[in-house]
């Protein structure tokens, strides 16, 4: 389905990485690898057609992404470094709310449950600004639990979350390549994700170009 | 299409709520800026009318500039235009909700408001009726306009400034036609010819201006 | 047909262009000073002074080719601009910065002629007339385009950024021309007609080309030679860059 | 003590030549405000050069207020100001050293700027001198009143009109001070006792605002 | 050196913790555990005197530490989960900013070193904001390299960074250690620290008050 050839970045005067290649099909998972500052992120963003690619080639069911556009968007679920959530807000009105925007309807009951899988149960009305480190990246998380695009891109996921919180991701992701969905994931932190094979992609360390 | 429109500007507004502050101080600054001109020229009232048109309309100006740097500087720094970007719908469209937003936000109170302010300088009540139907009809504009400033400046540190100095010039055409037509109210001819070209550069501005910034957008976010 | 194609997507690269701009550029100075002493030349020397201006009216053969330079350079930076952000030459990109400053000076003289000109003419060194103000307008976004681009250190971003504010402003081209027309106001619209006989028609028209000739010639090579230098910046690092500035370092 | 006030300066400056636009640009807001509001005026020559001074003065005061918000909202957000807070030496010297770096960039060149924009007001040498004067000795009470209201509103949402609502009140006393200046000047009066005036509200800005803006941090802080 | 007794901890209507309270000695590291939104951070924002102590008391050297002010604020070096560092700046000038604004000397030798010891090397005049996220990690971490003051509050150290980074920060703590530091850390990602004493303190998981 996923399908990148060739690809190449180039940031400032420093190529990060070139000849990326990979391929992904239903139910598979990417884990890309590599240390802080190796294009992980960079990577994330040409998967998510955010940043355009120097060189190289990147498809999606065949057809390159830039030309299907909101076709491919349709598609894609990104979370990035940043939560996306908006801190005036309750977690459970950030979520409907990014639901809305992804033209997805999510009624309070589904939404106050997502919630409370990722162990945010109390916390529904409290504004986010409120919430420790690790609980605003629940709630950024929680949009998982209902997502049911085909490709999840998760730049570390894991991050300032403890462990059973990371338990849990990990079994959202499990479910979702079981549904045949396809995640590239990147995160420093080892953790086994259930259920569908997993391909690993290890970014060469910087400065050998 | 509409649906997204809606759903943009119901969030936006439901966030500008939170933040009350934000608006009633838009309102108040909008006062005080007013009410300090006359401070720094003198109190003659023969003077202080004629200045009237110019000052509320400059002072609304600088009421709509000052909140157009946070029209994307959230959403950016909270990666939500990250999201909104990657969203299946044209950026375009959400855009011109949140330009919507941002007049109902910003534009629309001072529209209100200016017809008690403008009592203040002695106008009579058709000036005061054409300076409300001016800025009902000019602030979008203003919007509009300074959406693409605040989505060419997103990012580029030092960006407040930088965005007025690109928006302000213009802002000159809105501020003429719309100070022009009070004055020319003020001075017995007709509002007529202001408005309508009023009228045309809000058309323009908010139905244009969503696209040109829609790509900015997606610049700043590369 | 293709062949000839083929050789304008040649110059496209700035490697290739690097040296033909460089063979251009003397003989473009050459063209601005020749057309520039004409000009002056048949302005100050051969036409007659004006009945009604005196002498003051000369400050025309500065005004008027500072003028249309003013707006025909910002049409030719926002060709270039909207020419990079549609097929990500990189190219046009660098052709629209360098051509930023020129036009910024051109408006400025035409500003500040004008307003050196609107003194004697009608009293007063600036009115917020529609040519006026538009002009002022065109000053300002040429300010900003470069305020904009200075500010983002990222040179593609900063290309696309520009890119989208010239030509966001071209709608301002149109106005400034056609206020004179479109509004009443105080600046004139025609000049060649504003004399009475024809014989001084022609020699002022005469010598208002020539001069608009010369800024013509002046600013493509000022142009071209800031392209030149911007061209060695951004492409610092490849190997063709290195080897000019290793001749010259040779040479000297 | 004297070195840490220095090296706050000297960071702060640092980083505002990285962001050299930010200067650039504050500069080119006042020319702005200054040549749009003429625009809204009308053109007449004589009420121009009455205005010039009330015109001159709320620009800059304007394009100080501008730049305000960010004096510590770049510090906090990345988490500097907690370090700040967190330094051996008393905040009050860090706030100083910061109230004096923000003068440097926004206050002086918009007071070595503004002779030349009075020249396009057609005013007299004299009242040009007393100007650049007026700005001189005022424009760190701006810095320094500014501080208290950044300080106070910093991490509120909204606070960046918060604070002008804040600080534009607080302000009007150096307006009238300053304009008062020129305008003496103008009508062949002396300026001396509005300047003096000006320098006490000075020295009190820039030495006593330090330390409750020090206190304000804190809490904003908590 | 640092004891903390009975501390509260109040954030709305919900009490964080109550009765907390521990002893550390010179050489000794606390390692302060708990889930994501237990109120660690909370914690260590009270230590550094950021936020005051509802109830309880900490001292310092045997005096509590509101009255000790400045004197305790010379010996304590605190990193939160923000960097703190300027992305317009490049990993030097911030980290010699940061040392002069806390009145210490690091000449450019030995800030270049630090850099490199922590993987930074060839990104020194890089300014921040080009740096990915882990790298910016790095540079706020560069500051310890060179820190001697007695009491180091770390927040989550090892977010986004890789497993070299983590293993050379968990160095740098252990070499502070046996230099006769004190150091309070807390971290979702159990890392061994070499040297010294480490005492464990967990805070309950929330919702039982
Ligand atoms: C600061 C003030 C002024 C500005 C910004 C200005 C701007 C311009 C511009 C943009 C043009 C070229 C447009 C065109 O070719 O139609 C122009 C042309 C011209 N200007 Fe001005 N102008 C100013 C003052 C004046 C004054 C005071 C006079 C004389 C009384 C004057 C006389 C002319 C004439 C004769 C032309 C040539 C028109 C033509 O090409 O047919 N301008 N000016
Ligand atoms: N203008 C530039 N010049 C040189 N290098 C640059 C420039 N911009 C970015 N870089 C480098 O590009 C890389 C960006 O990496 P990216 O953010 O993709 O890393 P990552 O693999 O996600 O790292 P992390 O694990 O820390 O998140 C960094 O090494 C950074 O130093
Ligand atoms: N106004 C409030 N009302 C209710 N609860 C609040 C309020 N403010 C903060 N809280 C709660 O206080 C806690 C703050 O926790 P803190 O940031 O100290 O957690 P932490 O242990 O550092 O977590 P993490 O591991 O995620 O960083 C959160 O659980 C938050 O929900
Ligand atoms: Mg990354
Ligand atoms: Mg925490």
């Known amino acids: 389905m996923l399908e990148v050839s060739n690809l190449e970045c180039v940031r400032g005067e420093r190529r990060l990485f070139a000849g990326v290649g990979f391929r992904l099909d239903a139910g598979e998972m990417l884990y890309l690898q590599g240390a802080n500052g190796s294009g992980k992120t960079s990577l994330l963003r040409m998967l998510c057609s955010l940043s355009p690619a120097q060189e190289g080639e990147i498809r999606w069911r065949g057809e390159s992404i830039g030309k299907l556009g909101e076709d491919y968007r349709r598609e894609l679920c990104h979370l990035g470094h940043h939560n996306a959530i908006k801190e005036e807000l309750t977690p459970l009105e950030n979520l409907r709310t990014s639901a809305r925007l992804a033209d997805e309807a999510l009624d309070e009951g589904t939404a106050l449950d997502a919630l409370e899988q990722l162990g945010l149960a109390g916390r529904e009305d409290l504004p986010c600004r409120y919430l420790s480190q690790g609980q605003k990246r629940r709630v950024a998380l929680a949009r998982l639990v209902n997502e049911r695009r085909a490709l999840w891109v998760l730049d570390e996921p894991y991050v300032a979350l403890d462990s059973s919180a990371i338990e849990r991701v990990a079994g959202l992701i499990g479910a979702h390549l079981q549904r045949g969905g396809l995640a590239v994931l990147t995160t420093h932190q080892a953790v086994a994700v259930a259920a569908g094979k997993v391909r690993e992609l290890v970014l060469a360390p910087d400065g050998q170009a | ?222 | 047909m293709s062949n000839k194609l083929i050789n304008w997507f040649r110059f496209a690269s700035p490697q290739a262009f690097y040296p033909l701009a460089g063979r251009m550029i003397p003989w473009f100075w050459a063209l601005a000073a020749v057309f520039g002493i004409a000009g002056l030349y048949v302005g100050f020397l051969v036409a007659p002074t004006d009945a009604q201006q005196g002498e003051g009216y000369r400050i025309i053969f500065l005004h008027v080719p500072a003028s249309w330079m003013s707006m025909f350079i910002y049409l030719v930076m926002a060709f270039w601009a909207g020419l990079g952000l549609a097929f990500n030459f990189r190219l046009s990109g660098m052709m629209a910065t360098a051509l930023a400053p020129t036009g910024a000076l051109f408006t400025f003289l035409s500003l500040w002629t004008g307003a050196l000109w609107g003194k004697p003419m009608w009293g007063t060194w600036w009115v917020w007339d529609a040519r006026l103000t538009s002009e002022l307008i065109l000053l300002f976004l040429y300010v900003g385009f470069i305020a904009l681009q200075s500010a983002i250190d990222d040179p593609r971003r900063a290309d696309k950024a520009g890119a989208i504010l010239a030509l966001v402003g071209v709608v301002n081209i149109p106005i400034i021309y056609f206020s004179v027309k479109w509004w009443n106001t105080l600046h004139q619209g025609s000049s060649v007609s504003l004399t009475k006989s024809p014989s001084m028609a022609m020699t002022m028209l005469l010598g208002m080309l020539l001069c608009a000739l010369a800024c013509w010639m002046y600013a493509i090579a000022v142009a071209l030679m800031r392209v030149r230098t911007i061209m060695l910046e951004r492409e610092r690092h490849t190997e063709w860059v290195r080897e000019e500035l290793g001749m010259k370092a040779k040479e000297q």
């Not at chain 2, 600088?62 to 959403?75: E, Y």
């Not at chain 2, 054409?130 to 400033?149: E, M, N, W």
């Open chain 2, 1 to 222: 299409m509409l649906k997204l429109v809606r759903a943009i500007i119901s969030r936006d507004l439901r966030l500008a709520m939170r933040r009350r502050a934000d608006i009633v101080s838009a309102l108040f600054f909008f006062i005080i800026v007013v009410s300090l001109f006359p401070l720094g020229v003198g109190p003659e009232p023969e003077l202080l009318r004629k200045l009237a048109p110019g000052v509320l309309w400059v002072a609304a100006l600088l009421a709509t500039m000052l909140s157009l740097p946070r029209l994307f500087a959230d959403d950016h720094r909270d990666g939500t235009l990250e999201q909104l970007a990657l969203a299946p719908q044209p950026l375009g469209l959400i855009v011109l909700g949140k330009v919507l937003a941002h007049w109902l936000v910003s534009g629309l109170p001072l529209a209100l408001l200016a017809p008690v302010l403008g009592l203040q300088f002695d106008l009579s009540t058709d000036a005061l009726w054409v300076l409300t139907c001016s800025l009902l009809i000019g602030t979008p504009a203003l919007s509009g306009i300074g959406a693409i400033g605040a989505a060419l400046t997103l990012g580029v540190r030092g960006g407040g400034v930088l965005l007025s100095l690109l928006v302000l010039p213009l802002y000159i055409p809105v501020l003429i036609f719309g100070a022009g037509a009070v004055d020319a109210t003020v001075t017995g001819l007709g509002a007529q010819a202001h408005l309508s070209l009023l009228g045309a550069l809000t058309l323009a501005g908010v139905f244009f201006a969503p696209w040109p910034t829609a790509a900015a957008l997606r610049i700043a976010l590369e």
